[in-house]
């Protein structure tokens, strides 16, 4: 299982990005994709999860209605769309695969390595 996540960088206050997390050496089916971010001095959060079965999706009530997370089978990606990014959304963003979509970091045991957003105000 690995996967590969990209697409952070440097935005604006209110600003978007597209975040990717693309899996490789098995299918996105059956499985539960979390996108997880932690700040410096912070502990690691659960932001939205989505599972591959059913499109069930989760999300912190903090980016609700701003981040968006959906999946292209056909690229067996995963992408978490952020919008009106603010500066408490910088971070280090990071993907990773479980059997559950829940937005706590124990239930997910392959990670990718991290891409880091930041927000300037």
């Known amino acids: 299982v690995q996967l590969q996540a990209s697409g952070g960088g440097l935005v604006q206050h209110g600003g978007s990005l597209r975040l990717s997390c693309e899996a490789s050496r098995f299918t996105l089916d059956y499985y539960a994709i979390g996108w997880f971010r932690q700040a410096p001095g912070k502990e690691r959060e659960g932001v939205s999860c989505?599972?591959?079965?059913?499109?069930?999706?989760l999300y912190r009530d903090s980016v609700k209605d701003r981040f968006t997370i959906f999946i292209d089978n056909a690229k067996n990606t995963v992408y978490l769309q952020m919008n009106s990014l603010k500066p408490e959304d910088t971070a280090t963003y990071y993907c990773a695969a479980g059997l559950w979509a829940t937005l706590q970091a124990g239930d997910f045991g392959s990670w990718g390595q991290g891409t880091q957003v930041t927000v300037s105000s």
């Open positions: 989505i599972s591959s079965s059913d499109g069930y999706t």
